[in-house]
């Protein structure tokens, strides 16, 4: 059973790259999430999705894009990335919206940095 | 607005101490509300939830009771193991909005 399932697990990019975060999970979550965490802000929410084809944003979407074009997998692109950007990443699922009470499941986090 | 504020770490307790992480909350309507755990190098997962006043979550020795008068729901556990040395996050949730959470208190168990 695996879960949610986030790779790369570290990355290295320079200012001005872009690349894809992804996850994947294999419960049939309806609900997923990106989350960043940094040292003193706890986890903030960048973006998230009820449903395939469904997405909307959280506290800090800027410079952050998503699609859900399957329930399983919610890819997070950084189009240009920037030295802010710098931080580690989590993916969560859950089967309902966690207004529905419903147990997020994290993956183990991707740690980013920009250099 | 709607927040969760836990109390500031980093919480050095020895083995046996008793523990208290103190989270307070706003909202609006009637919040559930959750303590989620981060042990090292691993994502969150759930460790205890209520969600209506008056309620106790309780897992692996830990509780805490949803408080509707003073807005709390403090983690609570009586007896610390080196284990139990994480990141533990108070969260809660309501209405439609997705989960917010604190930012954190780390605790260290040393032996």
């Known amino acids: 059973n695996a879960g949610v399932t986030q790779t790369p697990k570290f990355q290295v990019l320079k200012t001005g790259q872009s690349m894809t975060l992804q996850c994947a999970q294999d419960?049939?979550?309806?609900?997923m999430s990106w989350y960043r965490q940094d040292p003193g802000m706890g986890l903030r929410l960048i973006h998230y999705?009820?449903?395939?084809?469904?997405?909307d944003q959280g506290e800090v979407p800027n410079g952050y894009n998503v699609s859900r074009s399957t329930t399983e997998d919610f890819p997070l692109r950084l189009l240009s990335a920037a030295p802010s950007q710098t931080s580690v990443y989590f993916c969560?699922?859950?089967?309902?919206?966690?207004?529905?009470?419903?147990?997020?499941?994290f993956g183990s986090g991707t740690q980013l940095s920009v250099l | 607005g709607n927040s969760v504020t836990q109390m500031e770490g980093p919480v050095t307790l020895s083995e046996e101490a008793f523990l208290t992480i103190n989270c307070t909350y706003t909202a609006t309507g009637y919040p559930s509300l959750f303590w989620y755990v981060q042990y090292p190098g691993e994502g969150l997962q759930l460790l205890l939830k209520a969600t209506k006043a008056d309620d106790k979550g309780s897992n692996k020795g830990f509780e805490a009771t949803y408080r509707k008068e003073t807005t709390s729901f403090h983690l609570e556990k009586g007896s610390v193991q080196v284990s139990d040395s994480a990141v533990y996050f108070c969260a809660r949730t309501s209405g439609n909005t997705p989960l917010v959470f604190g930012k954190g208190t780390r605790l260290s168990v040393i032996a």
């Open positions: 999705s009820v449903g395939a084809g469904i997405t």
């Open positions: 419960m049939n979550h309806e609900y």
């Open positions: 969560a699922s859950s089967y309902g919206t966690p207004s529905t009470n419903e147990k997020l499941f």
